[in-house]
């Protein structure tokens, strides 16, 4: 059992950073992927980056990329999620969640809100 607890969202200008943390309970936590998804209202969820348990392999939405950056500390159970350049369309709920594929996510976070605006 994996619990995974989100923070660091909030409200920012257009152009500005935030930086998001996820802290995850257990004792594997470097076996598992990690991923950050976001939801925005009347949309589906999608995810917005990905990395592996060794931090080797890294994904990206497209729409993201250059602009956002996945890291994790596997010895203290954390991955981080650092935006910046945002925009009023990265507005939405963001989760972290672990998986031990990459198509299954088995672990959810309770979400955190990032609200960007212009």
């Known amino acids: 059992q994996v619990r995974l607890g989100e923070s660091g969202g909030g409200l920012v200008q257009a152009g500005g950073s935030l930086r998001l943390s996820c802290v995850a309970s257990?004792?594997?936590?470097?076996?598992?992927?990690m991923g950050w998804f976001r939801q925005a209202p009347g949309k589906e969820r999608e995810l917005v980056a990905a990395?592996?348990?060794?931090?080797?392999?890294?994904f990206y939405k497209d729409s993201v990329k250059g602009r956002f950056t996945i890291s994790r500390d596997n010895a203290n159970h954390t991955v981080y999620l650092q935006m910046n350049s945002l925009q009023p369309e990265d507005t939405a709920v963001y989760y972290c969640?672990?998986?031990?594929?990459?198509?299954?996510?088995?672990?959810w976070g309770q979400g955190t809100q990032v609200t960007v605006s212009s």
């Open positions: 969640a672990a998986g031990l594929t990459a198509s299954t996510y088995d672990y």
């Open positions: 257990g004792r594997t936590f470097s076996r598992y992927i």
């Open positions: 990395q592996s348990g060794s931090g080797s392999t890294t």
